[in-house]
């Protein structure tokens, strides 16, 4: 939640593949909203059933828990993109601007690293958990069905740190290094 | 497996968890993401005690196992209700109806926006959302009424910290869910200091008008029928404020569930306001969106550097040195409340106590201070809460102020942090007063439970 307005600039990009991360990231983060939403009714429906009824929806924990597992997972690359994780900038706003530039290309290659580590690691995840068939306790459902959103979200979140990266690069004033 | 430092050897954990801590702050300086620093530094340290495999392994499942925890599935619900709850027109109706009832007093107009931001922030647990929503309703109401540009921009950045204040709050789920306390039992605790940080705010205000008569002038008093008229259109606020506190408490529904059933209540109100558009729904969805994907990035991290600080026994260290000093816990909780003041000019509230929590809190427990554990904890957690909040509106990177700001436009920072200063006194008079007497904290908890 910093605001660096040269960073909002860099964002606002005119080429295509940028304009598609950030229809996918956004219709992503809808996705995931919605997704939110129907565990408000799932939770709603419950309650209603067991105070009024005394007959509670069976599993709902477990749809709850795979619901936001999914919601959260589609919420990451968006909040990238909108450059909205935190960072400590007490120290560093007094830095000169092509110092913070040069920081900010450190930090998105670092965090490229890491995002597509998980990516490339969560792949072995899935492949776990279809081979040894990891089930819910009461629903029987399949664990690996909502971790596929999941691998997308790392996998489109390592795309746009690729790109944040790039255009960072691109926008570095070369001149003032020298 | 070969680990780098044998595994018998105490001593070099610990030391391996001391040196990490620079390393930290060094990358935080260099900025890194917090929750991205938080990981690197809790994967590297556990691969020198354990090896990389552990980590490599724990990488397949930590972001699956962390993201579908039942507990943690409250964040983004609560995040969503209050989200709602900015775009349901709640917070004019909250103002009229507390300016009906305040603005014919000196300095009024700003004690019925911290009253208001006292109403908003019973349905929404988080700051910056409550200092922003507010700040667009009572901001202009308050220039043209004539208040200074320090009261009005002051009462505003102080009133939005109301929003974790007053039950629900996010921080206070994931300390309690950090410390493996009861929600329900911290929310009840937070009840009366929530009350009394509007209390103190209002009588700031009432002390400064004195000082300052032109800079707070008042409106005509409002009689009885206009304010129950007003009163009518808040009433939904209560009723879903009671709901989901009540339910949790009475042990109705989970936190969880209720944070679903206040989402659903609020969703339900800003559907019926007809200024809800469509382009509303988005930014609600997009707001909630990247607060809980920041929240949880964090957590991620934390998670990391968490299983490391554990590993690394560096806690326990960390108490037995306490403790073999001797001082009077209380001095210790002190000097914990004054690293969290300097702390709080530094970084952000959640991170804060992402990174101390699991420091501090085990040194906490193992302390007497007459109370039971829980108690302690409980005590201890509104006293963190409070002043990781007043770092909300402090210099240099108060966001309260930095947002109200930014609303008002044209007015300097320095003018909002002057105008701050009056509710820092309040809040640090209310935070000596709570730690005096950890019976106020703990009546409500006395007493219901």
Partial sequence: ?178 | MKSFFLENYDIERISLGIYLFPILFLLLVLRIPIGLSMFLVGAFGTSLIAGWLPIISQLKTSAWHLFSNYSLSVIPLFLLMGNFAAKAGMSAALFNFAGACLGHRKGGVAMAAVGACAGFGAICGSSLATAATMGKVALPELRKMGYSNALSTGALAAGGTLGILIPPSVILIIYSILTEQNIAKMFLAAFIPGFLAAVGYITAIAIYVRFFPNSGPNKNRVDFKSRFLLFKNIWHVLLIFFIVIGGIYLGWFTPTEGAAVGAAGTGLIALLNKNFSLKSFFEVINDTAITTAMIFLILLGAEFFNSFIALSRITNILAETVLSYDYSPFIIVAIILIIYIFLGCLMDSLAMILLTIPVFFPVIIQLDFGMSIEETAIWFGILTLIVVEVGLITPPVGLNAFIINKIAGDIPIKETFKGVLPFLISDFLRVILLFAFPGITLSLVRLLY
């Fill in chain 1, 1 to 178: 939640m910093s605001n660096n307005s040269w960073y909002e600039y860099s964002i606002r990009s005119n080429d295509k593949f940028g304009r598609i991360l950030f229809y996918l990231s956004n219709f992503l983060s809808i996705f995931g909203g919605c997704v939110l939403i129907i565990i408000v009714i799932i939770n709603v429906f419950s309650i209603s059933g067991r105070v009024l009824f005394s007959s509670p929806l069976l599993g709902d924990f477990e749809l709850v828990e795979m619901g936001c597992a999914i919601a959260i997972f589609s919420f990451l690359p968006f909040c990238h993109l909108k450059n909205g994780n935190v960072i400590v900038d007490f120290f560093s706003s007094k830095f000169p601007l092509y110092i913070r530039q040069l920081l900010d290309i450190l930090s998105n290659f670092v965090f490229l690293l890491v995002a597509s580590f998980f990516t490339y690691r969560m792949i072995y995840g899935v492949i776990d958990m279809i081979k040894y068939n990891e089930q819910t306790m009461l629903l029987k459902l399949p664990v690996w069905i909502a971790f596929i959103p999941g691998i997308f979200s790392f996998f489109l979140l390592t795309l746009v740190c690729f790109h944040i990266l790039l255009k960072e690069i691109i926008n570095m004033d070369l001149n003032k290094i020298k």
